[in-house]
């Protein structure tokens, strides 16, 4: 008898401590389950997509003072969201967030601000959706070289945004704005979270470009078939596989250690280009998806 109270007394301190543990995170909401928002990046296409599942979207744009997102930019990303998905309920939320004080950041770090500093998870039939507006550029970054990283997939539901580069190269730029850069890039790396290319939602025709090495050689895979780069190959795309960096993709996300990796490090000098070119051709300045990608989308539960 003595001996079954005594468990029962030890079971229920384990309770207790079990309790009070979970109740010391005060990160985030009470009793959300995060896990969701933790997957690769893609996984969560269909459901962004379609009604399914969510017919809500909340996107929580985090910045540091003085990197905010332009309101056109907002409103033109949101234009986009309606276009392509069949979400028509859409909030945004602004997070401000102090400077991590870094000279520049890894996709780690990053994803370490984001696990402190992120207020929205899925919730009920509302889909969660966090990006940050960083002061700093992608470690690795060679502005002089025009090696410069504008923003990053690296979670189902996250992205990061390298502000202060789009910044500093809409400085450097006669024709294009910062609303300009911003919109285009926020559009493409949203498009990965879309699942593009491959990358969560299927193709419907073979579109996606491949892997290739510092001599321009297809990577093959071991059964010698070559491997995808997660874009288009479709020309005038906005998710053409030239406006994001090849080699130098693992060089910016190796760095300082990291080992976390993004199917797209979107490479600045390449945009610049083309929404420079775009403009003297007389087109919007910024890029849209080509039919073989909404093709995608319309397969996997978008519009
Ligand atoms: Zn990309
Ligand atoms: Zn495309």
Known sequence: MKKKIFIALFLSLGLVIACSDSSDDTSGPQNIDKTPNLRAAGASANDILSNDNFDKLVIEIAYVPGFRPTPTSISNFEDYLRERTFKEDIEVIYNEL???????????????????????????????IYIYFADAPSDGDELDEGLVTLGAVYRNTSMVIYESTISELARRSAIVTVTDIETATLNHEFGHLFGLVNLGTPPINDHEGVQTDENDEPILDSNGIPLGNDHCNVDGCLMLAEIQFGSSTSRSLTSKGS????????????????????????LAIVPVLDTECILDLQGNGGR
């Open 98 to 128: 102090p400077s991590p004080n870094e000279e520049t950041l890894v996709l780690e770090e990053i994803r370490d601000l984001e696990d402190e500093n992120r207020t929205q998870y899925n919730n009920g039939t509302t889909l969660a």
């Open 259 to 282: 080992v976390l990796t993004s199917p797209c490090a979107l490479d600045g000098d390449s945009m610049l280009k083309i929404l420079e070119s775009r403009t003297a051709k007389g």
